[in-house]
């Protein structure tokens, strides 16, 4: 089994930034085959989106809401995904999560982590 841990996540003012990490741990003959981390944030009465994914290759996609804002990188010695936010604004509070999935479905993942909160208030 893999465990996924978040961490990073705090109160911001808008334009700030932030960085989360997404440790693995476990079952190494688990954590190889992960193939897809994503991270997904859920807001108070809003569903769970995707916010950006990365493919153990390196290939990455963002939401549209985040382009140009957000970074996600993988550091495969460290079994640990990063997520980068800057020029956070208001839209962006939110619990984020990781993700990790053995095959790459878009839809299906193996691992969750428990989530790290993000605020952004002046």
């Known amino acids: 089994q893999v465990q996924l841990v978040e961490s990073g996540g705090g109160l911001v003012q808008p334009g700030g930034s932030l960085r989360l990490s997404c440790a693995a741990s476990?079952?190494?003959?688990?954590?190889?085959?992960?193939?897809?981390m994503g991270w997904f944030r859920q807001a108070p009465g809003k569903q769970r989106e995707l916010v950006a994914g990365i493919t153990r290759g390196g290939s990455t996609n963002y939401a549209n809401s985040v382009k140009g804002r957000f970074t996600i990188s993988w550091d495969n010695a460290k079994n640990t995904v990063y997520l980068q936010m800057n020029s956070l604004k208001s839209e962006d509070p939110a619990v984020y999560y990781c993700?990790?999935?053995?095959?790459?479905?878009?839809?299906?993942?193996?691992?969750w982590g428990q989530g790290t909160q993000v605020t952004v208030s002046s």
């Open positions: 476990g079952s190494i003959f688990s954590i190889i085959r992960i193939n897809f």
């Open positions: 993700a990790a999935a053995k095959v790459v479905t878009g839809t299906q993942y193996d691992y």
